[in-house]
Structures are given as structure tokens and as C-alpha cells.
Antibody, heavy 117, light 110 residues
Framework: EVQLVESGGGLVQPGGSLRLSCAAS????????MHWVRQTPEKGLVWVSR????????TYADFVKGRSTISRDNAKNTLYLQMNGLRVEDTAVYYC??????????WGQGILVTVSS | QSALTQPPSASGSPGQSVTISCTGT?????????VSWYQQHPGKAPKLIIF???KRPSGVPDRFSGSKSGSTASLTVSGLQAEDEADYYC??????????FGTGTQVTVV
């Protein structure tokens, strides 16, 4: 069974940093692209970033470019999202998702990130 | 990248069909056949139900079907069932190696 379990969320002050992790199991992690997607009630689902299977290519949505870094450790079957310079508008539930055929084929349960003073 | 446009809501009676539109541009839906659809029940993670415009992952009922014409994609749910009541989001691969989601549609089974 495919499982993706996010961790590392919580409350952080504006300007602060947070590193999200996503532990993968039930599939060959090293062969899949991986994504981060976030969700708020106001904007719905919004794609954040993706990384290719060996970690050599990354892309970001404009609103996180320069502030966030996606990475992965294939030996540990883990995906990361380092977020710096956090803003109130970054408050959201963050999902990690497995890629596949131009889609996000499996999703974690999500982790809440709250940016507030 | 602007969100793809979906109607906020749609509804149908059990057994009926409902179709949800997803309008993009030539930078996303109009160019790429990487259009996906996701079902999300309250408090749950999204679930992939259609990929590459009209393909269903294993285990997804054939009541769910997808299509595309120009820059507009569509999801049709036939033979509506109570458990189909959920939010539905479309998504497309886009230029500059980005992805864009739709605004979401709440489907109600009345």
C-alpha cells in the first residue's frame, strides 16, 4: 500500500523557517517524481514544487521561488520542503504527492503550517 | 499562472449524470494532454480519479470519465451515487514546467 506521511508542520512567526518532511513507503520512491501541493479554503489546491526522481531537477511556483527548496533522500525514502521567509499567506495544509503521467497520483494526509505572530 | 476555471457547484439526483468543466488557456489545457481530475471528501486528501485527460487509475469506477476540447476539459460522473458528493479539482501541466489546479467544484447529490 502506498503511504506518504508528512511531518514538520506547526506554528511559525512571519519571517521564520520550517522544514517539512514526507516519509514514503509502499512503492519504489527513487523512481518517481515528487510534488508539494498546498491547500487553503480560499484558494483551494495550489501546486508548490516538484523534484525529479534523482533530485537533479526542481521547479517552483513563482510565489515560493527563492524562498523554498525541495529536496529528497532516496536512501531514506523521504521528501523535504525547506521553507524560509515565511509569510502569513503561506498558511495552508501542505500535501506531498507522488508524481506520475503529469498528475499527482498519490497523496499524503497533509500537514498544517500556520504563519502568525 | 492563473488557476483553471471551474464552476463553484454542480448537482444531480442519484442515477443522473453531472458534468464539470475546467477552462484553461493555450499555456496549459490547450497545449498539454496532462489533464487530471481529483476527488476530495471533507477532511480527506485529494484522490486521483482521471489522468492524461481520460484515463482512470486502477480501482476508479468507469462512471467517471474525462474529455478535452481546445482549452476546456470536462469530467462527467454518470450514475451519480451518494458517495460521489465531494469537491472535484482539475489540474494541468503548464508551460515553464509548472502545474496549475482548478478553482474546485462542489458536487451535491440531491
Amino acid at each position: 500500500e502506498v503511504q506518504l506521511v508528512e511531518s514538520g508542520g506547526g506554528l511559525v512567526q512571519p519571517g521564520g523557517s520550517l522544514r517539512l518532511s514526507c516519509a514514503a513507503s509502499g512503492f519504489t520512491f527513487s523512481t518517481y517524481w515528487m510534488h508539494w501541493v498546498r491547500q487553503t479554503p480560499e484558494k483551494g489546491l495550489v501546486w508548490v514544487s516538484r523534484i525529479n526522481s534523482d533530485g537533479t531537477t526542481t521547479t517552483y511556483a513563482d510565489f515560493v521561488k527563492g524562498r523554498s527548496t525541495i529536496s529528497r533522500d532516496n536512501a531514506k525514502n523521504t521528501l523535504y520542503l525547506q521553507m524560509n521567509g515565511l509569510r502569513v499567506e503561506d498558511t495552508a495544509v501542505y500535501y506531498c504527492a507522488r508524481g506520475g503521467s503529469g498528475s499527482q497520483s498519490a497523496w499524503g494526509q497533509g500537514i498544517l503550517v500556520t504563519v502568525s505572530s | 499562472q492563473s488557476a483553471l476555471t471551474q464552476p463553484p457547484s454542480a448537482s444531480g439526483s442519484p442515477g443522473q449524470s453531472v458534468t464539470i468543466s475546467c477552462t484553461g488557456t493555450s499555456s496549459d489545457v490547450g497545449t498539454y494532454n496532462f489533464v487530471s481530475w481529483y476527488q476530495q471528501h471533507p477532511g480527506k486528501a485529494p484522490k486521483l480519479i482521471i489522468f492524461e485527460v481520460n484515463k482512470r487509475p486502477s480501482g476508479v469506477p468507469d462512471r467517471f470519465s474525462g474529455s478535452k476540447s481546445g482549452s476546456t476539459a470536462s469530467l462527467t460522473v454518470s450514475g451519480l451515487q451518494a458517495e460521489d458528493e465531494a469537491d472535484y479539482y482539475c489540474s494541468s501541466y503548464a508551460t515553464s514546467d509548472n502545474y496549475v489546479f482548478g478553482t474546485g467544484t462542489q458536487v451535491t447529490v440531491v
